[in-house]
């Protein structure tokens, strides 16, 4: 499965953005996905997750009431819409696919079968 990352860019603190992650897999819809996001000198870390058909959302608390993920799986794609973005959101933002019959935690980066190329998102303050 090969999923295709994309939306990123340089933004000012407050600033909105919508990533997308596109795949051309007819099985997209029955994976679970999650954004996950590595700034510069830090490790991978789960932003959230969604389930396979987009019913169950899991958000990091440092992400919480500012970004939404959601999937249109008739598109084949994820999204991440992040207002209030802030200079610590600056990162390289990854989408993750897994099997949605998974009853591993959607923050356990393990989990995921596939990954994406990553975009880069910098926010200034």
């Known amino acids: 499965v090969q999923l295709q990352a994309s939306g990123g860019g340089l933004v000012q603190a407050g600033d909105s953005l919508r990533l997308s992650c596109a795949t051309s897999?007819?099985?997209?819809?029955?994976?679970?996905m999650g954004w996950f996001r590595q700034a510069p000198g830090k490790e991978r870390d789960f932003a959230c997750g969604?389930?396979?058909?987009?019913?169950?959302?899991n958000y990091a608390e440092s992400v919480k009431g500012r970004f939404t993920i959601s999937r249109d799986n008739a598109k084949n794609t994820l999204y991440l819409q992040m207002n209030s973005l802030k200079p610590e959101d600056t990162a390289v933002y990854y989408c993750?696919?897994?099997?949605?019959?998974?009853?591993?935690?959607?923050?356990?980066?393990?989990?995921?079968?596939?990954w994406g190329q990553g975009t880069q998102v910098t926010v200034s303050s």
């Open positions: 897999a007819e099985t997209f819809k029955y994976y679970a």
């Open positions: 993750a696919a897994r099997w949605g019959t998974s009853p591993r935690p959607m923050g356990d980066m393990n989990s995921y079968d596939f």
């Open positions: 969604i389930n396979w058909d987009g019913d169950i959302t």
